[in-house]
């Protein structure tokens, strides 16, 4: 069983920047890819990055590329979302999700990730 906290959002004005985390309570950590995806209201939930389990290999929405920078630190069992150049069109709940069946491939359907957390929201002012 894996837990997932995620923390760091918040309200920032368009072209700020966010730091998201989400910390795993789940054991060997690094054998397992991490993502994150956001659902705005009314939207369907989507894929924003993801990360392999020795965090070699990452993946990122093309909305989000260049912006956004997904990292981990496996020593504290954290996957983090760096935000920057932030738009209003970035606001939703962000939430993060681990992948146990995929080890260094990092994906990008939601339906491959065994494990969600509660989700933080983030919202971009104009």
């Known amino acids: 069983q894996v837990q997932l906290v995620e923390s760091g959002g918040g309200l920032v004005q368009a072209g700020g920047s966010l730091r998201l985390s989400c910390a795993s309570s789940g054991r060997d950590f690094s054998s397992y890819a991490m993502g994150w995806f956001r659902q705005a209201p009314g939207k369907e939930r989507e894929f924003v990055a993801a990360v392999g389990g020795r965090g070699m290999h990452t993946l990122y929405a093309a909305s989000v590329k260049g912006r956004f920078a997904i990292s981990r630190d496996n020593a504290k069992n954290t996957v983090f979302l760096q935000m920057n150049s932030l738009r209003p069109e970035d606001t939703a709940v962000y939430y993060c999700?681990?992948?146990?069946?995929?080890?260094?491939?990092?994906?990008?359907?939601?339906?491959?990730?065994?494990?969600w957390g509660q989700g933080t929201q983030v919202t971009v002012s104009s």
């Open positions: 999700a681990a992948d146990r069946r995929s080890a260094q491939t990092p994906r990008t359907e939601p339906e491959e990730y065994e494990y």
